[in-house]
């Protein structure tokens, strides 16, 4: 396969909403692969260096939700706005059933949407994210640096919040830096990213869903219908791993995987382990030999 490259895979799609970015790459049935919420972070960041080992085998489809990357802006939670783009992103594709693979927030509207529409996901991946802390507060370290660069958005407390991200802090390259430091300064970056981290901004949302009556995703985890796989870093500082212990008990049909020296970025800090993992678990799926 010719190299994968992030001009030559990327495509935009209509939807009602606005204009979704993706990647698009290989043949077989589709992957649908969903990033996290870091500022700066688009699908392309978060998955683009694992394409080469999916492509061979499947249709490989990396979005960026609204708000992120090159895909539209919303006036909303970029949350909400999130799990509702997975909807109209298939149907304008006009894909039926997928597998899901998703980071972080992605994972957790990964989980969003194999409970909405169970019909639509074959199998389900996330990494990190997904569960409840146990032991520890909320939120995390790695979450709360965040909020600190979001409140106040210093070179510094960037390189402290990545470095949160790893186990080995030689990962946090002046490359890496510059790159997430161009994107998350931008305006429209920035505002996404107060949205959802502005101090009080995770609270807030808590209570307003209490207040709504709508029970938080983690009270909900044990209607997944599709096999899920949860993988996590066993040195994750921005979801500790005691957050997987929930989701392992409740999910019907649920493997955790553990990945040792790693932080948050598991399908980039073990590249091969998650994605020789991951590939596994998706080729068991009875679907994996004829197109979707």
Not at 16 to 23: F, K
Not at 207 to 217: F, K, S
Request: a negative charge.
């Amino acid at each position: 396969m010719a190299d994968i490259t992030f001009e030559g895979t990327e495509k935009v799609v209509e939807t009602a909403d606005g204009p979704l970015h993706y990647h698009e790459v290989g043949d077989g049935p589709p992957v649908l692969f969903l990033h996290g919420s870091g500022p700066g972070v688009t699908g392309w960041r978060n998955f683009g260096e694992n394409l080469r080992s999916f492509a061979d085998r499947y249709r490989c489809l990396v979005l960026d939700f609204p708000g992120y990357g090159l895909s539209h802006d919303t006036p909303g939670h970029p949350g909400d706005a999130s799990l509702a783009s997975v909807t109209a992103f298939l149907d304008a594709l006009g894909i039926e059933r997928a597998h899901v693979v998703g980071n972080s927030l992605g994972g957790i509207v990964a989980a969003q949407f194999a409970i909405a529409a169970p019909e639509r996901v074959d199998r389900l991946v996330t990494v990190g994210g997904v569960g409840r802390n146990i032991l520890n507060p909320f939120p995390g370290e790695g979450i709360r640096l965040l909020v600190e660069f979001t409140e106040d958005p210093t070179r510094e407390r960037l390189v402290q919040w990545l470095r949160s991200m790893v186990f080995d802090p030689a990962m946090v390259t002046e490359e890496l830096i510059e790159q997430r430091w161009r994107q998350a300064t931008e305006p429209a970056t920035l505002d996404t990213a107060r949205r959802i981290y502005g101090r009080g901004k995770l609270e807030e949302r808590a209570a307003a869903g209490a207040a709504a009556g709508i029970p938080p995703l983690w009270a909900q985890l044990h209607r997944i219908k599709a096999p899920t796989l949860i993988t996590w870093g066993r040195d994750d500082r921005v979801t500790p791993l005691e957050l997987g212990l929930l989701p392992m008990r409740v999910i019907p049909d649920v493997e955790l995987h553990v990945f040792p020296n790693c932080g948050h970025w598991v399908m980039i800090e073990q590249k091969a382990a998650w994605e020789s993992t991951v590939l596994a678990f998706l080729d068991r799926s009875a679907g994996s030999s004829s197109p979707a």
